[in-house]
């Protein structure tokens, strides 16, 4: 929580929190650690491939620790006495990189899922063996690059790069299968989504294009092949109200360990909460990273990009339309072909599954996700539209109303919108809370030179990391 929160005390200005934070982390902060830590991003509540138990809640090592010291370190000049970044957050994130080197010790180079810190082992998913998923071992790159940039050193750069080789290498498609085989590389006849286990992998196309100032213009035409394909795949629109989101493909035959994706696919109407990042994403890249913000001059796939993200963010604000004003884990859209059971019962756009139940499912959760103000913060910086703080005002409020816990902190609700029961707490409040969420939308009211699109990239987990000309030569291009 500390470290991944402390560019968030930075930011607004909090300098008490702030010197309190880093001495913890100069004197307490330690990764001779046992036991099983994620070496990267996976999404919460993480569910598996043949099941719906979440794993257990282990650290996000990369995306929040990794990600949170080399922001710390970037942004530190401006709280140090002689305007130089602190070493100490470099000197921490070297020695976190060093330790995470041994995950990608496999014989295809794909990272395995978990870290033993302190004996510098990988460790496999013992619920998925012998598999790795696709937003993993493609979102970690922005750090190991950073890193690599700081040091000089080329080993984390190197070894993240290895991994982007491999997935354009082995992808037939331009839209990604959720899981890969650690051991031979290979994607595995699996989900395509833009939720769990697939997200990141296509915003860190955009963004490691935009990190090192264009100079690997083959992670633009991946994106721009991604976005295409999502366009003409993925989108739907509901009968009734014409909200426009994005489904998943979901193979057909169930999941065999080993086959190669194939075969044909369902189209299924579900959209997770994760999903709302992607109508910001699609903003950010029809602009080139804030860089051409007339709307005249851009391109016809510029224009359709443009157009979709402000009608994603739209769908993801009408998800909100609930008794608290917070949108489910996971929603269900309607379309032409639904089935009688849903035509009868469900609302005309969109609905939580599985509510009939004694309990509220977990698709009814809010669990404090910033997927959604990140996308309007990206929105209103690009636009300038008004209506873009109005919608972030209206989610501070609910989460306000709702989410604070009277003794201190936020804590996640279990069901958005039961009109018949009191607001029920999970009390269980998500680091992502301090360091995405309230960062997002702090940044959505504060001035455009503050953080500027232009200058800076933010990773997966909200750390804003500048964009460099890199002085290690690229060699994905």
Not at 150 to 169: A, C, F, P, Q, S
Not at 289 to 302: M, T, Y
Not at 347 to 362: C, F, T
């Amino acid at each position: 929580m500390i470290v991944d929160s402390i560019d968030s005390m930075m930011i607004m200005g909090l300098d008490e929190e702030y010197e309190r934070a880093r001495n913890w982390i100069a004197t307490k902060l330690s990764f001779e650690r046992e036991g099983k830590h994620s070496t990267f991003e996976v999404s919460t509540p993480r569910q598996k491939l043949r099941g719906k138990e979440p794993y257990p809640p282990y650290t996000k090592t990369t995306i929040r620790v990794l990600g949170g010291l080399l922001s710390a370190y970037h942004l530190s000049s401006s709280h140090s006495p002689n305007g130089e970044p602190d070493p100490i957050f470099l000197e921490k994130a070297v020695d976190l990189g060093d330790r995470l080197l041994s995950a990608f010790e496999t014989p295809s180079g794909l990272p395995l899922s978990m870290v033993n810190l302190a004996k510098r082992e990988g460790i496999a998913d013992p619920d998925n063996p012998g598999l790795v998923s696709t937003a993993e071992v493609s979102t970690l790159q922005l750090e190991l690059r950073y890193l690599s940039e700081l040091t000089g050193d080329e080993i984390y750069w190197r070894t993240g790069e290895k991994v982007m080789h491999l997935i354009r290498n082995t992808l037939k498609t331009p839209l990604a299968p959720v899981f890969l085989s650690s051991r031979h590389g290979h994607f595995v006849r699996s989900d395509i989504r833009l939720g769990s286990r697939g997200d990141s992998f296509y915003e860190y196309l955009l963004k490691q294009y935009l990190q090192t100032g264009r100079a690997e213009p083959a992670f633009k035409d991946m994106y721009d092949s991604a976005m295409a394909a999502i366009q003409e795949n993925l989108v739907q629109t509901t009968p009734s109200g014409r909200l426009v989101f994005t489904s998943e493909l979901q193979p057909l035959g169930g999941y065999e360990a080993g086959q190669e994706e194939n075969g044909n696919w369902r189209r299924v109407p579900k959209q997770d909460h994760l999903v709302c990042f992607l109508g910001g994403s699609l903003m950010l890249g029809a602009t080139d990273g804030g860089n051409q913000l007339n709307r005249k001059l851009f391109s016809d796939a510029d224009k359709a990009n443009w157009k979709l993200g402000e009608e994603l963010i739209k769908t993801c604000m009408e998800t909100h339309n609930t008794k608290t004003g917070l949108s489910p884990e996971i929603a269900m859209f309607r379309t032409p072909n639904d089935p009688e059971w849903v035509v009868q019962n469900a609302p005309s756009d969109w609905y939580i599954k599985g509510l009939r139940g004694h309990k509220p499912p977990l698709d009814a959760r809010y669990i404090l996700r910033p997927e959604t103000v990140e996308s309007l913060f990206i929105a209103y910086r690009l636009s300038g539209d008004q209506k873009y703080r109005n919608w972030g005002w209206q989610i501070f409020q609910a989460i306000e109303k709702h989410c604070k816990v009277p003794t201190g902190g936020y804590s996640g609700v279990v069901h958005v919108d039961d009109p018949t029961a009191d607001v029920e707490l999970d009390d269980r409040m998500e680091t992502f809370m301090m360091s995405e969420t309230l960062k997002y939308l702090y940044l959505l009211f504060s001035d455009g030179n503050v953080l500027p699109l232009t200058d800076i990239v933010f990773n997966t987990e909200a750390h804003p990391l500048p964009v460099f000309n890199p002085t290690i030569e690229p060699n994905f291009k």
